[in-house]
Every structure is written in structure tokens, then in C-alpha cells.
């Protein structure tokens, strides 16, 4: 495994493949794709429980947030910065489904300002996160992103295989993973890479371990749909410019598969009883529930049951992530 934490000014030549005939790289695996292997739209009806990114790292942080945000799912509050993250990740989105050549940093400052119009018709809840006389101020700031953002690749120079793309697959009989990427890119060699915007700075050593996580997460869905290990994951951090990479090899995501069946595992044991324990960080002031939490003098409200699909992604896990 490496990791790489630095401006990545050789992104601009990524790799490439035409949006319409791109095809998974099945020339380099002797495996039948899983026909479940990208699941895209959202399918109809009740889905089985499966683990996401932000629920796993929940339960790793502390059991007692994963039973508030996963189980209970009690509301949390957005932030600002979370609603300026929806809007450029929904520009970014919508600019690759654009024909290369438009795809000006012109073109992509009207897609802010229309996914924020859309944001605002779709969920008023958010636009009352910002005041009247601070629109102006959270819209430059989007802007801002998607500047740095053209400063870190040139997204006319190559197409995206997809975004926003749901994945779903099973590593082992009773654990599924589910979550959304970004962009997938695949270089005409088969080449494939992952890649998630950050709308934040890069990581400290207290949150480059969950970025790893993640990474490894998405690493490992990809492998077991594709066959293929990605040749890249990247974090494209559009606060600072800055970018993690990592280049996973096939051994460690075996084992770290082995990892996410544990965690699997150790959330249904607590969801059969309800023990769903704090663990108390550094995190914790970050923690929405802490009027519920026994370690901050709160009461643990009365378990409400294993629900019908715990860990399922959600409005609030997009915004997490
Ligand atoms: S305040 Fe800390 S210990 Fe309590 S539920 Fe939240 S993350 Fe867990």
C-alpha cells in the first residue's frame, strides 16, 4: 500500500475513457461481474441491511453514535459548510455529464448557482441554513472550491466512466456494502480510478485514518465488483488543493475485507441486544447527540429495535461523506 498526501499536478493527464463505450476492464480478470455490481439508480422497495463508509467508521468511533445515526436515525442538524459540500459535489456531478469541451470553469460556476436553486426548491430545510444577507458570501465560497478544483485536474481533457454511482456487493454471506462514489475514471489501458471530492481542507492525523477507511472501503467494493484492484483512490481535498492518494494492493484489501466482516458482525451482535456502548474521543464535540449520552451526563433513550435496514445510505450519510 502507499499513500501519497500532496498536490497532484500529474492529475491533469488522468486517465481517460469516453463516457458512452466505457466498459469495466473484465479483460483483466477472469471473474463474471456481479450483475448487483453497480447499482444505480436507487432500486424500489425494502433493501437489505448493509454497511456504508460513514456507518462503519460510526461504529468504530463509537457504537453508541452508530445506534443514534443508524438505528434510532434521531435528526441531525446540517451545517453550512455540509450544504456548500452538497452544492459542489451536484456541480462537479453535473459537469461530467456535460460534452468535454464545455466543460469551462464557466460553465461549471452556472452549475453551482443551479444546484444551489435546486437545493433550495428540494429541501427548504437547507436554504434556511443560510441567511438572506450570507447567500452571497456561500455562494463565492462554492465558487472558490470549484476554482481550486480547476487548478487541481482539467476535467476537458478526459471523461468519467460515471458519478455519483451507487455500489452495492457482498463479501461474505451476510455482509453487504453499499455506498456512492464520486467518479470512477478508467484509462483506456483498464486502468481504474476512484476518486471523491472533499469540500474541506486535507486531513490531520486525527482524520487521515477514517480518509484511509473510506478509501480502502471503496477499494475493496470495486475489487469484488470488477475484479480488479484500482490503480488509484484519491481524495481531492478542494479547500486546500491538497490530495491523498492511495495505491491499495490486492492482499491488503483481502484482509481488510476480513476487517469490515468483523465490524459487520460486532454491529449485529449489539443490534440483537441493543448494548450499544459510548466511547468517548476527541470526536465527541462534534457529536450531535450528546444530550442522549450517558458520558455527558444524558440518558439512553429506549432501544427501538434491530430496524428492517440499518447502515442503509442516506440524505445524511451523503452529507457526512
Ligand atoms: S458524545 Fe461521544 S460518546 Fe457520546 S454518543 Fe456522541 S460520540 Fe459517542
Redesign the pocket.
Known sequence: MAIHHQPDPAARAAVASPRPSAAPPTSQTSRTPDPRALVDPVPEGPRPPALSPSRAADFK??P??YR?RAIDRFPETPTTAQVKGTVVHSALENLFDMPAHLRTPDSAEILVDAAWEAICQREPAMRALVPDDQVEPFLAEAHRLIDRYYEMENPTAFDAESCELRVEVDIADDVTLRGFVDRIDVAPTGEVRVVDYKTGRSPSELFEARALFQMKFYALAILRLRGVVPHRLQLMYLADGQQLRYTPERDELERFAGTLIAIWRAIREAGATGDFQ????R??QW????D?????G?IIPEYPGWPGAPGDDTAADYLAS
Not at 442522549?292 to 455527558?296: A, G, N
Open positions: 468511533q463509537c453508541l453514535l443514534y459510548p466511547k468517548r474521543s470526536l465527541c457529536c450531535d447527540h450528546k442522549k449520552c450517558p458520558e455527558f444524558g
